[in-house]
Each structure stands twice: as structure tokens, then as C-alpha cells.
């Protein structure tokens, strides 16, 4: 079969999380390429969430998987986002492209939402090539209710007189090391999302790792962002601030930016107000 022929939705079957696709979906589709690890820690934590509403759908052809479409009631989301009357639509990964597979995942979703008398919520990117992308979801017919940054709050069917989604306002203040109980000089915030990564911040760890040759000159800690606490108290979902700078970065935190941001931290004076990069960087 051609891979990048379409494959007919009646061709498809909808399954939750189970042996046939375990690896597949814990491990993001990189099931020839993962850290066993962190594919442990999703399974744990997706395992705990569903009974609190969180549910994978996953798009089997025969028995093999094609890709997954993760979901949670908007009101236990682990992300910086408020909302009613929907199902958060977290992620949707593909497995092969050029298939069809994502539209026909996003129909699922949308089928079961509507199931339940409700709508369908995603945070999108714009100008982010590959993952969530805002342009496949307006094709899909969703609505924008909220813009920050590069992302975009979208929205398709939810009940009539339901208030919008929005972001939340994010509140965090620079810390004060000389007034910390741990008394560090450079105190480092992570914050983080389970949906992704599950009960593990590889972010934590790596600046953990970094701040390791500074002893108790540096203090490291997580905050988890499945913790409705959490979210109420700063409104943020994933970042890493250093002295109450945010890292102005998307991507995966290598042991070397780590050690450089921690070593610039100790060699500036801490800002009044938050330094924030209000881009790509809370989303996931």
C-alpha cells in the first residue's frame, strides 16, 4: 500500500490505550526511539488520570496504530487555560502522515464531544511548523477565541451561551534568594505539564544536573501544573525561570544551555519585574 495514500475513516477503528498500542502512544510514536523512562511515566500518569475524565482515542488500521488524540475536561487541564462546556484537546500525533489520519481523529473527538451536549478546545500554534498547527484546525472549521504570542485558543462547538475560552494571566514574581528559606543565590522555577511528559520534568532534572558543580549556591524546583493550586496561584503551565528570567526557548533544555543560563545568573543582578517570553515557550 502506498503510504501516503488516504485512508478511508470506515477503514478505521477507535481504540483507548491498550497492549496493541501502549508503547506507541506513551512513547509519542517513537517507539523504535524512546526513553523508557519517561514512556513509564506516561503510562503511569495517564493510567491515574482516567478515571478524572482523561481519555486516548487511537486510530487503528487492523491492528496496527496510526496515531493518537489525547483529551481532558477543560476544567482539570494542566495547562494555563480556563474554559466551560469542553473537552481540552491536547495533543493529536500522527504516526503517518499524509493520510488523513489527523482529520479523522479530530472527527472522533468531535463526535464523542458532541456525544456528551459539548465542544472541542485546542491551544494551536501559528508560524510553528509541525505540531498543533493553527491553519489545519481553522480548515476544520475552529474558531480563534484568544491570541497570545504564537499561539492561538481555538474552539468549535461548544453550547450555545458558553463562555469563551481564555488564557490564563500569568503571575509570577522574581524571587528574592536572601529571603528564601533555602538561601541560594540563584533560585531556578521549572514549571511543567504532565500531559506531556507525565510525572517526570526531564526540564527539572537537567537543571538539577546543572546546578549539581554550585552546590547549595543554586536551588532547583518543580512546579506541576496538574496541581490546580499550582495554576491558580502563577497561571503558568510550562516555562523555566532563572532569578525570574524565563528561557526564551521551545525546545528540549540541553545539560550545556542549562549550565550556561544558571552561570549567567550568577553574574547578574536579579531584574525588579519577571523578564517573560510570551512566545511558543508555555505552550507545551
Not at 59 to 67: K, V
Request: net charge negative; proline share 6%.
Amino acid at each position: 500500500m502506498n503510504e501516503r495514500q488516504a485512508t478511508p475513516q470506515s477503514d478505521l477503528s477507535w481504540r483507548g490505550m491498550e497492549p496493541s498500542n501502549l508503547l506507541e502512544v506513551c512513547s509519542c510514536g517513537h517507539g523504535d526511539d524512546h526513553d523508557p523512562i519517561l514512556v513509564e511515566s506516561r503510562r503511569r500518569y495517564l493510567e491515574t488520570r482516567r478515571e478524572a475524565g482523561l481519555e486516548v482515542v487511537v486510530a487503528h488500521l487492523g491492528d496496527r496504530p496510526l496515531g493518537f488524540a489525547q483529551t481532558v475536561p477543560i476544567q482539570m487541564v494542566a495547562r494555563d487555560v480556563q474554559g466551560e462546556g469542553g473537552v481540552f484537546l491536547h495533543c493529536v500525533n500522527v504516526f503517518e502522515q499524509g493520510r488523513g489520519v489527523g482529520r479523522a481523529l479530530i472527527g472522533e473527538v468531535l463526535r464523542r464531544a458532541e456525544g456528551k451536549g459539548q465542544g472541542v478546545v485546542v491551544d494551536a500554534c501559528a508560524d510553528v511548523w509541525g505540531f498543533m498547527p493553527e491553519e489545519f484546525f481553522s480548515r476544520l472549521g475552529f474558531s480563534t477565541a484568544q491570541a497570545r504570542g504564537r499561539r492561538r485558543l481555538m474552539y468549535l462547538g461548544l453550547p450555545a451561551g458558553t463562555c469563551l475560552p481564555q488564557y490564563l494571566e500569568p503571575r509570577y514574581e522574581p524571587p528574592r534568594p536572601a529571603d528564601e528559606q533555602v538561601g541560594a543565590e540563584v533560585v531556578v522555577d521549572v514549571f511543567f505539564t504532565p500531559l506531556c511528559t507525565g510525572l517526570v520534568s526531564e526540564e527539572a532534572a537537567v537543571m538539577r544536573k546543572a546546578a549539581e558543580a554550585y552546590g547549595n549556591r543554586v536551588s532547583v524546583r518543580e512546579w506541576n501544573a496538574g496541581d490546580p493550586e499550582v495554576r491558580k496561584r502563577f497561571g503558568i503551565a510550562r516555562a523555566i525561570f532563572v532569578n525570574g528570567v524565563m528561557r526564551p526557548n521551545d525546545d528540549t533544555i540541553s545539560l550545556e544551555e542549562a549550565a550556561g543560563l544558571v552561570a549567567g545568573a550568577l553574574n547578574r543582578p536579579i531584574p525588579d519585574q519577571a523578564v517573560w517570553d510570551d512566545s511558543i515557550s508555555r505552550l507545551f
